[in-house]
């Protein structure tokens, strides 16, 4: 479900999924009937012949998917518990943060701590004050990007890889609920 939701410019296969989650097309299958089944999911079937490509979709219209997404990206952030509390005061300025880049995957390694911040256009000034006192506590330089929904927005649909792979790959650190809508809003 999280890659459904993570990718939002893909219409994904059952192949592309798989191929995405590392997992073979029949495991995939059991995971969408079983989705499917808790209305969860949508299957659309392009074509009339019996092998015809299938898309697999967010069920959006169920309301136990957003709680299902919300959970699942809250027990993703739970994960990395020491970045939830580190950032916790840049997350109340912000509409949702994203958490991304190196400091994911090798944080020794790691030259800065890269983050999305979603805000409001008067909470610019605000974030930024934020920023100065969390970064007192850091060791190394956080590179904050702070971008409005419509300009995140923009930066999507025009296929910046930057966003897309933090979108992708990063964590949601606060404001789970929000980034749902968001993502909700414009795969419509």
């Known amino acids: ?35 499917t089944g808790e209305k969860l999911v949508t299957v659309k079937v392009i074509g009339q012949a ?22 699942l990206l ?17 997350g109340k300025h912000a509409t949702f943060l994203i958490l991304f880049g190196s400091i994911l995957h090798s944080p020794r390694d790691a030259q800065d701590i890269d983050i999305i911040a979603v805000v409001s256009k008067k909470g610019f000034k605000v974030l930024e004050e934020a920023l100065a006192k969390v970064q007192q506590t ?28 933090a979108v992708k790959k990063g964590i949601v650190l606060s404001g789970q609920e929000n980034f749902i809508y968001f993502m909700k809003e414009f795969q419509r």
């Open 1 to 35: 479900m999280l890659a459904l939701l993570k990718e939002p410019l893909e219409t994904h296969t059952a192949t592309s999924l798989a191929k995405s989650l590392g997992m073979t097309r029949q495991g995939l299958w059991k995971v969408i009937h079983k989705l």
């Open 138 to 165: 850091q060791l190394k330089k956080i590179h904050l990007i702070d971008v409005t929904k419509e300009e995140f927005s923009h930066e999507l649909k025009s296929n910046n890889n930057a966003y897309a792979g």
């Open 50 to 71: 019996r092998n015809s490509i299938t898309t697999i979709h967010l069920n959006w219209p169920n309301p136990v998917t957003e709680k299902a997404l919300s959970l």
């Open 74 to 90: 809250t027990k993703e952030s739970v994960n990395r518990e020491r970045w939830m509390v580190n950032f916790a005061e840049l």
